[in-house]
């Protein structure tokens, strides 16, 4: 008996005998998949056990540690931090989006000004520069161009850590998020608008009814992204003194000299925070991703299920 295969346009005969043995490469690839499963599993345990048994870690030290009223106080203080600052990013970035998505010239020129400063420069110098800000302009008022003002404060009054972190960390993303934005809205197609004019919908109708629904699947994941990235992003504003995690943790081990500890305390909380928000991300781009194949995705431990399943009886099959 024999089979055919066509090479550069000509048949060429190969016995039955000589063919490879598919049953036997096809054991032999799942058998190569599950070495790798298991000598990654063994790396993890002995990572795990490197942990456990190391004595700089001193676990004791970060129980203790980890729910100290100035390490939670720390964690409030970057979660209210974060969502003022995501918040801020979101309704400006926004609004630039809009800027530079119009035909005014001069709305687009703004626009690519401030894009081109706050991508440009790095987020630590802007929070330093805002912190700094009484060294370049002494008072801040409110009053005609050139002419009188009506109030005015004084710029260290004004500006405090706090503030100076709200801005830069807002202002910074509101330039990213002008971008993901924008990138949503162009994602959306043009028959959608002309549709709905067709249908005679006015065009702020239309852009809240048809495309912004449409784009927040397009915008939901790199804004979700973006808010993991400005959770850790906040450690940042412990340069001028910000009382957040990073900060109250630096705070306790410049006393007890105990560095390791409790920056294992502060990756904790860091990666309990991230996780949290993960799981929100997921729950998000389900709902706006309603109608779509993205929402018949399984979570991640359900496919670790079924493909553990369908290995496993890959494996006695062939066997």
């Known amino acids: 008996m024999n089979m055919s295969r066509a090479v550069d346009g000509a048949e060429l005969l190969v016995p039955y005998e000589l063919r490879p043995d598919r049953s036997a490469r096809y054991f032999a690839r799942i058998v190569g998949k599950w070495l790798l499963r298991l000598a990654i599993f063994v790396l993890a345990i002995m990572a795990l056990h490197l942990l456990i048994t190391s004595d700089t870690i001193e676990w004791h030290v970060v129980a203790q540690y980890l729910t100290a009223p100035a390490i939670l106080q720390g ?19 926004g609004l ?36 700094n800000l009484a060294s370049f302009i002494k008072r801040i008022s409110i009053g005609i161009p050139f002419g009188p003002s009506f109030i005015s404060w004084n710029t260290n009054d004004l500006i405090s850590p706090l503030t100076a972190a709200i801005l830069a960390l807002g202002l910074n ?16 197609d043009e028959g959608q608008l002309e549709a709905s004019a067709a249908l005679g919908m006015t065009s702020s109708r239309a852009f809240r009814r048809i495309v912004l629904p449409q784009a927040m699947r397009i915008i939901i994941p790199p804004t979700s992204n973006n808010a993991i990235g400005l959770l850790k992003d906040s450690s940042l504003v412990s340069v001028i003194s910000m009382t ?68 496993l009886l890959s494996v006695v099959k062939v066997g």
């Open 75 to 93: 964690v409030i203080t970057t979660l209210v931090l974060t969502a003022i600052a995501m918040i801020i990013g979101i309704l400006l970035g």
């Open 96 to 131: 630039l989006a809009l800027m530079r998505l119009s035909n005014s010239l001069l709305l687009n020129g703004v626009t690519s000004l401030y894009l081109w400063f706050f991508r440009g420069t790095p987020l630590l110098v802007q929070i330093l520069f805002w912190y």
């Open 173 to 188: 993303q509101a330039a990213y998020m002008c971008e993901i934005v924008r990138a949503g809205i162009l994602g959306v």
């Open 244 to 311: 957040e995690l990073l900060y109250a943790v630096q705070q306790v081990y410049s006393r007890t000299f105990q560095t390791i500890p409790l920056l294992i305390v502060a990756s904790i909380w860091y990666l309990m925070m991230t996780t949290v928000t993960s799981i929100g991300q997921y729950y998000i781009e389900r709902h706006y991703g309603r109608g779509t194949r993205r929402d018949q995705r399984l979570s991640a431990v359900a496919r670790i299920t079924v493909m553990f399943r369908k290995n």
